[in-house]
Protein backbone atom coordinates (compact mmCIF):
# COMPACT_ATOMS: atom_id res chain seq x y z
CA UNK A 1 0.00 0.00 0.00
CA UNK A 2 1.10 3.50 -0.80
CA UNK A 3 2.15 5.11 2.56
CA UNK A 4 2.51 9.24 2.40
CA UNK A 5 6.29 8.84 2.39
CA UNK A 6 5.77 6.48 -0.67
CA UNK A 7 3.07 8.19 -2.41
CA UNK A 8 5.15 10.09 -4.88
CA UNK A 9 7.41 7.10 -5.79
CA UNK A 10 7.71 6.34 -9.46
CA UNK A 11 6.69 2.71 -10.09
CA UNK A 12 6.77 0.98 -13.16
CA UNK A 13 4.33 -1.70 -13.98
CA UNK A 14 4.45 -4.06 -17.40
CA UNK A 15 2.05 -3.25 -20.05
CA UNK A 16 2.40 -5.62 -22.93
CA UNK A 17 -0.51 -5.11 -24.75
CA UNK A 18 -0.66 -0.85 -24.54
CA UNK A 19 2.31 -0.10 -26.32
CA UNK A 20 1.67 -1.89 -29.65
CA UNK A 21 1.85 1.76 -32.32
CA UNK A 22 4.69 3.83 -32.53
CA UNK A 23 3.97 7.31 -30.63
CA UNK A 24 3.72 9.33 -33.66
CA UNK A 25 -0.04 8.56 -33.67
CA UNK A 26 -0.42 10.00 -30.39
CA UNK A 27 1.37 13.70 -31.13
CA UNK A 28 -1.69 15.33 -30.82
CA UNK A 29 -2.48 14.44 -27.37
CA UNK A 30 0.76 15.21 -25.91
CA UNK A 31 0.57 18.88 -27.41
CA UNK A 32 -2.55 19.07 -25.45
CA UNK A 33 -1.40 17.69 -22.34
CA UNK A 34 1.52 19.76 -22.50
CA UNK A 35 -0.04 22.91 -23.21
CA UNK A 36 -2.86 22.13 -20.39
CA UNK A 37 0.36 21.80 -18.27
CA UNK A 38 1.85 24.99 -18.67
CA UNK A 39 -1.56 26.68 -18.69
CA UNK A 40 -2.25 24.64 -14.95
CA UNK A 41 -5.65 22.81 -16.06
CA UNK A 42 -6.84 19.59 -14.21
CA UNK A 43 -6.46 16.50 -16.07
CA UNK A 44 -10.35 16.24 -16.91
CA UNK A 45 -9.65 20.05 -18.85
CA UNK A 46 -6.31 18.19 -20.26
CA UNK A 47 -8.52 15.26 -21.61
CA UNK A 48 -10.74 18.27 -23.25
CA UNK A 49 -7.57 19.74 -24.75
CA UNK A 50 -6.47 16.58 -25.84
CA UNK A 51 -9.57 16.48 -28.15
CA UNK A 52 -9.48 19.40 -29.41
CA UNK A 53 -6.13 18.94 -30.22
CA UNK A 54 -6.62 15.44 -31.88
CA UNK A 55 -9.91 17.13 -33.76
CA UNK A 56 -8.08 20.21 -35.22
CA UNK A 57 -5.29 17.96 -36.56
CA UNK A 58 -7.90 15.76 -38.42
CA UNK A 59 -9.81 18.74 -39.58
CA UNK A 60 -6.68 20.17 -40.87
CA UNK A 61 -5.66 16.76 -42.44
CA UNK A 62 -9.16 16.45 -44.03
CA UNK A 63 -8.87 19.80 -45.24
CA UNK A 64 -5.92 19.22 -46.96
CA UNK A 65 -7.35 16.20 -48.35
CA UNK A 66 -9.50 18.29 -50.08
CA UNK A 67 -7.41 21.10 -50.88
CA UNK A 68 -5.13 18.34 -53.00
CA UNK A 69 -8.29 16.93 -54.95
CA UNK A 70 -8.84 20.33 -56.31
CA UNK A 71 -11.99 22.33 -57.04
CA UNK A 72 -14.91 20.36 -58.60
CA UNK A 73 -13.58 17.11 -57.68
CA UNK A 74 -16.47 14.24 -57.46
CA UNK A 75 -14.13 12.25 -55.43
CA UNK A 76 -14.37 15.07 -52.57
CA UNK A 77 -18.04 14.03 -52.06
CA UNK A 78 -16.46 10.01 -51.30
CA UNK A 79 -13.89 11.28 -48.73
CA UNK A 80 -16.28 13.68 -47.20
CA UNK A 81 -18.88 10.52 -47.14
CA UNK A 82 -16.20 7.95 -45.14
CA UNK A 83 -15.16 11.58 -43.01
CA UNK A 84 -19.00 11.58 -41.92
CA UNK A 85 -19.23 8.07 -41.25
CA UNK A 86 -20.10 7.51 -37.33
CA UNK A 87 -17.08 5.89 -36.26
CA UNK A 88 -15.18 8.40 -37.87
CA UNK A 89 -16.82 11.22 -36.48
CA UNK A 90 -16.72 9.51 -32.84
CA UNK A 91 -12.98 8.42 -33.10
CA UNK A 92 -11.49 12.09 -34.49
CA UNK A 93 -12.74 14.17 -31.44
CA UNK A 94 -11.17 11.58 -28.85
CA UNK A 95 -7.72 10.65 -27.91
CA UNK A 96 -7.41 7.70 -29.92
CA UNK A 97 -4.58 7.03 -32.30
CA UNK A 98 -6.84 5.75 -34.83
CA UNK A 99 -7.88 9.24 -35.60
CA UNK A 100 -4.95 10.74 -36.83
CA UNK A 101 -4.32 7.40 -38.85
CA UNK A 102 -7.68 7.90 -40.44
CA UNK A 103 -7.42 11.01 -41.48
CA UNK A 104 -3.59 10.74 -42.93
CA UNK A 105 -4.75 7.49 -44.62
CA UNK A 106 -7.51 10.18 -46.30
CA UNK A 107 -4.71 12.03 -47.24
CA UNK A 108 -2.75 9.71 -49.06
CA UNK A 109 -5.53 8.71 -51.21
CA UNK A 110 -6.42 12.00 -51.90
CA UNK A 111 -2.49 12.50 -52.94
CA UNK A 112 -2.34 9.69 -54.41
CA UNK A 113 -5.24 9.89 -56.79
CA UNK A 114 -4.22 13.33 -57.72
CA UNK A 115 -0.76 11.77 -58.74
CA UNK A 116 -2.67 9.92 -61.48
CA UNK A 117 -4.40 12.79 -62.68
CA UNK A 118 -1.36 14.91 -63.23
CA UNK A 119 2.52 14.09 -62.11
CA UNK A 120 4.43 16.33 -59.96
CA UNK A 121 7.37 16.07 -57.97
CA UNK A 122 6.58 17.58 -55.03
CA UNK A 123 2.84 16.02 -54.78
CA UNK A 124 4.61 12.39 -55.08
CA UNK A 125 7.27 13.48 -52.01
CA UNK A 126 3.72 15.01 -50.47
CA UNK A 127 2.58 11.31 -51.14
CA UNK A 128 5.33 9.85 -49.56
CA UNK A 129 5.45 11.87 -46.46
CA UNK A 130 2.29 11.07 -46.02
CA UNK A 131 2.91 7.66 -46.22
CA UNK A 132 5.83 7.14 -43.92
CA UNK A 133 3.83 9.34 -41.26
CA UNK A 134 0.67 6.74 -42.09
CA UNK A 135 3.36 4.10 -41.12
CA UNK A 136 4.88 5.24 -37.91
CA UNK A 137 1.10 5.98 -36.70
CA UNK A 138 0.11 2.37 -37.47
CA UNK A 139 2.88 0.15 -39.60
CA UNK A 140 0.16 -2.10 -41.90
CA UNK A 141 -1.97 1.35 -42.44
CA UNK A 142 1.03 1.84 -44.99
CA UNK A 143 -0.69 -0.60 -47.66
CA UNK A 144 -3.77 2.15 -47.54
CA UNK A 145 -0.84 3.54 -50.26
CA UNK A 146 -1.33 0.63 -52.61
CA UNK A 147 -4.86 1.75 -52.89
CA UNK A 148 -4.25 4.31 -55.19
CA UNK A 149 -1.83 2.49 -57.80
CA UNK A 150 -4.90 1.78 -60.36
CA UNK A 151 -4.66 5.57 -60.98
CA UNK A 152 -1.35 5.79 -61.06
CA UNK A 153 -1.47 3.47 -64.15
CA UNK A 154 -4.59 4.73 -65.73
CA UNK A 155 -2.97 7.83 -66.11
CA UNK A 156 -2.32 9.22 -69.93
CA UNK A 157 1.84 8.88 -69.14
CA UNK A 158 3.40 6.27 -71.49
CA UNK A 159 4.43 2.74 -70.36
CA UNK A 160 7.55 3.43 -69.90
CA UNK A 161 6.54 6.24 -67.16
CA UNK A 162 3.24 5.00 -65.94
CA UNK A 163 6.05 1.46 -64.74
CA UNK A 164 8.53 3.64 -63.40
CA UNK A 165 5.93 5.32 -61.00
CA UNK A 166 4.38 2.18 -59.93
CA UNK A 167 8.04 1.15 -58.91
CA UNK A 168 8.54 4.63 -56.86
CA UNK A 169 5.63 3.10 -55.06
Known sequence: SLTPDRAREEVFS????????????YVPAVLGILASRALGLTVL?????SRAAYLLVCLLLLYGTLRVLGPGEKRKLGILC?????????????VNGDALSIS?????????LRLGDAWSDGR???????????????????????MVLPALASSDATRSVKALRL???
Open 124 to 146: FAAFLAATALLALCKPPTFLVAL
Open 104 to 112: LSFLVVGLG
Open 82 to 94: LAGMPMTAFLVPS
Open 45 to 49: EALYV
Open 14 to 25: EFRNTVLYPPVA
Open 167 to 169: LLV
